[in-house]
């Protein structure tokens, strides 16, 4: 091969067939799997347990990581076999720390909450009756229930 092959960028087409020809090998089990794996790694950073993350913690992404690898679970463990025990023991552990992020912020005193400006109240706060329908339909994962 020259030297002047060997520099030269392949053209959108080139790039294109090569695309294409990976896909044909990638199986729709291959990307759901490695979805899992990364939502539990993000998960863990937003959970800010990677040492150092501590200051990435966001309960409410940490929530939709957990919502979604729940969602994804039953669909990867036949591909997972044995293996889906440690994605579960993964999301039980990011759902405990969950619960305790979530409990931190529930945790503010009246006194710690910021005042409505003078002139305006703050909107009742009513709570439903019961659980609503996604948490009835068994979809939504609750802490401490």
């Given at each position: 091969m020259s030297e002047q092959q060997q520099q030269r960028q392949p053209t959108?087409?080139?790039l294109r067939?090569?695309?294409?020809?990976?896909?044909k090998?990638?199986?729709?089990?291959?990307?759901?799997v490695q979805t899992v794996l990364s939502l539990i790694n993000l998960?863990?950073?937003?959970?800010?347990?990677v040492p150092g993350s501590e200051s990435e913690a966001d309960p409410a992404e940490l929530r939709q990581a957990i919502e979604a690898v729940r969602a994804l679970l039953p669909l990867v463990e036949p591909t997972l076999g044995p293996d889906a025990a440690q994605i579960r023991d993964a999301v039980s552990r990011l759902q405990m720390e969950y619960a305790r992020l979530a409990g931190a912020g529930a945790a503010e005193t009246p006194e710690q909450?910021?005042?409505a400006p003078k002139g305006e109240e703050?909107?009742?706060?009513?709570?439903?009756?019961?659980?609503?329908?996604?948490?009835?339909?068994g979809r939504l994962w609750v802490p401490g229930r």
């Open positions: 959108e087409e080139e067939a090569a695309y294409e020809e990976q896909l090998r990638i199986r729709v089990d291959d990307v759901l998960g863990s950073l937003r959970a800010g347990l909450q910021p005042e703050q909107p009742p706060q009513d709570k439903p009756e019961g659980p609503g329908p996604a948490e009835s339909s």
